[in-house]
Structures are given as C-alpha cells and as structure tokens.
C-alpha cells in the first residue's frame, strides 16, 4: 500500500508558460508607431475586429500587396490601406487632387476620368451633365439646355411635341400644325381656328373671346372694329359707317360712292377689265361700272 505524499504548489508567477503569455501580451500593446498624412481625411494604422491596434508589419497594401516600411506614411481608406504612390486614379495613374476620388465598381477614379467615362454629355452644348439629366430625343441635356427649337422655351417641366424631328412647344407645335393646314392660331388661346376667324388689331382670334362694347353679346366672324373697339354686326350697321358693295365690310378711310352704293377704293373696278379707277373717269351702263 503506497503512503500518502504531500503535495506543494508553486505561484502561478513562476510557471514558465504564464511568463511567454504575459511577455507576448506586452508586445501586442506596444505597436510600432506610424506617421500619419494630415493631407487626407482617413489616414493611420487601421484596427482588428477586435478592437486591437494592428502595427506596420501586420498590414500591406491594397493595390501591389507589398508591406509597410517603420514610419512610413499611409493612406487608409474605408478599412483598406494604400502606400501613398499606389492610392491613384486607376484611369490617369495620378494622385487624387485633395484626396477626392469617385468609386465604381470597386475602382477609384479622379473627378475628370469618372465624368469623362461616365457622366452624360448635353446634346446642345456638349458639356458634362451633373445632377438631374433629361433624357429626350435619343440624347442627354441639361434641363436649362433642352428648350424649344422656335422659341427657346424651356421644355424640363413643360413637356413637349416632336415635329418633324424638332422638340417644340405646346404652342410653337399648334402653330406649325395650323400652317400647315392653312388655318391660324388664336392670339389669346393659341389654339387652332378651325373657322370663323375674328381679325383684331391685326391679330386673329376665336370670335367667342369677346363682347360687342355695345350690347355686350358674344360676338362671332361678322364683328366688326372700330377706333380700336369691337361691335357685333347690327350695332355697327346702327353707327352709320358705309359698308363696302363689293367685300361687304366697313369702310374705315376713304369712301367712293356710285351706283347707290359705297365701295372701298381698291373695290371700286372696272366690272368687265376688274382694273381700279383710281379716280379716272367711268360709266355706268345698264347698272354696271366701265372705263
């Protein structure tokens, strides 16, 4: 039968194993220092998912895989890190004026490669088109660019009609649609005048767009203008103004009259030759006008 042995243990300080743990454990907190760019907005020795500072001899480069010299100044950007001559644009190979850079695809571009490669051209004016991009007529334009080919009317938010290849306006569209019909366009509403045009002040108009100043009835083709007012048709007759026998309209200048009738001048003809008198002398023979 074996005696019972008495057992001492030793501090856990003298253990050999506790001793490498614990000189391991002190390397890990003091890392090698590294300089940092003041230059760019993310620079430093980026850290472990555990929170750990990381030193220069555990990190290499994202671009050629090489590692880090002691103190040598890095670029950190969204958790990878770059020696400062491969942090460039991978179209120019230059660095990124002030840091800037865009990112497609994984692949970072200076400010003039990434438009240049991917940023729309304007149609009109053939420059770069940032922010909002209207896309029409099988092209790219910025919103103040892409107008009305008649009158220059911006068509971002107005909409517009393709005529003949041309982007036009509502209006300018109608217009070139009533020429060439052969109809007008009313000045007030700019639609077509399918019929009954009201000519005023030299412009035509639907009829139904105003009043006799007389009588206040709606007025149709027949009104008539006078000193810059409108009048229907019988209250015009009512002011004594002398209708021209031949066009049957007013006669607002000169008036000829003959054969019991008024006429304007240029009306006043030769009912065989239908050449003017224009004040030379005529004949009426059997109810008709003859030089």
């Known amino acids: 039968m074996l005696g019972q042995q008495n057992l001492k243990l030793k501090p856990l300080e003298a253990s050999p194993l506790y001793q490498r743990r614990k000189l391991s454990a002190a390397a890990e907190k003091e890392p090698e220092s590294s300089d940092v760019d003041p230059d760019y907005s993310e620079l430093g020795a980026p850290s472990d998912p555990t929170g750990i500072i990381m030193s220069l001899g555990a990190m290499f480069c994202s671009k050629c895989g090489e590692g880090f010299e002691p103190h040598e100044k890095i670029v950190n950007s969204h958790g990878e890190v770059w020696h400062q001559q491969c942090f460039v644009c991978c179209q120019c190979f230059r660095p990124f004026p002030d840091g800037t850079f865009y990112e497609f695809e994984g692949r970072k571009y200076c400010k003039h490669d990434f438009h240049v490669l991917f940023a729309p051209c304007c149609g009109k004016c053939k420059n ?36 003949a290849g041309r982007a036009l306006c509502h209006e300018c569209n109608a217009r070139e649609k009533a020429a060439q019909s052969g109809k007008y366009i009313c000045y007030k509403c700019h ?63 000169r008036v000829v009259t003959a054969l019991g009738k008024n ?22 023979k059997k109810g008709r006008r003859c030089l």
């Open 263 to 284: 006429w304007h001048v240029e009306h006043f003809v030769c009912a065989k030759c239908e050449k003017p008198f224009l004040g030379h002398r005529h004949y009426e």
């Open 128 to 163: 770069f088109v940032f922010g909002r991009v209207i896309k029409a007529m099988n092209n790219n334009w910025h919103p103040e660019c892409f107008t009305c080919e008649l009158c220059n009317t911006m068509l971002a938010d107005e909409g517009f009609i393709k005529n």
């Open 191 to 253: 639609a077509v005048i399918d019929e009954g045009v009201l000519k005023f002040r030299g412009e035509p108009y639907h009829p139904y767009h105003f009043n006799c100043t007389a009588c206040g009835i709606e007025l149709n083709a027949d009104a008539r203008e006078v000193k810059g007012e409108l009048y229907c048709l019988r209250c015009h007759d009512k002011m004594g103004i002398p209708i021209c026998g031949a066009c049957r309209r007013p006669i607002e200048e």
